[in-house]
């Protein structure tokens, strides 16, 4: 089936993509504009053509995943509790899977949660480790 492959094509590159943000995460506590922004165009390019094949439900269901990631990681954001590539890179999510992208951010707050308990200086953590963690939570 085109799309059982296309899902596989979207979860390698999507990994390939957040084993790159976690290198640059953990090596400089950035994950770069050239990376992120890519990312998003390949998230519009796959959310576009699989809009094309599955109709304007699904490029409905699309549209609110966006808005609503977009609207959260951009307080979060605000609140000094992401970084922007987090950000780019859940809105990212948010495209290329929207039916899980809230779970996804949930999951890399309950990791981010379990990996920090008990310590003070959260601010420091690499997020983009528990967004790959939670991404592949979303898999199972």
Not at 26 to 55: C, D, M, Q
Not at 58 to 84: I, P, Q, Y
């Amino acid at each position: 089936k085109p799309k059982r492959e296309i899902m596989i094509i979207k979860i390698l590159i999507t990994l390939s993509f957040l084993l790159v943000a976690c290198y640059t995460d953990l090596k400089s506590r950035k994950v770069p504009n050239f990376l992120t922004f890519s990312w998003l165009i390949t998230a519009l390019i796959f959310a576009g053509y699989e809009g094309i094949h599955r109709g304007s439900s699904f490029l409905f269901t699309v549209g609110l995943s966006w808005a609503s990631m977009s609207l959260l990681t951009g307080l979060l954001f605000r609140a000094e509790k992401l970084g922007g590539g987090d950000v780019k890179c859940l809105i990212a999510l948010s495209l290329l899977y929207p039916t899980k992208a809230l779970w996804i951010l949930a999951a890399a707050y309950l990791l981010t949660l379990c990996c920090k308990a008990g310590k003070k200086d959260i601010q420091n953590y690499p997020f983009m480790l528990s967004i790959t963690g939670g991404f592949i939570l979303s898999l199972i």
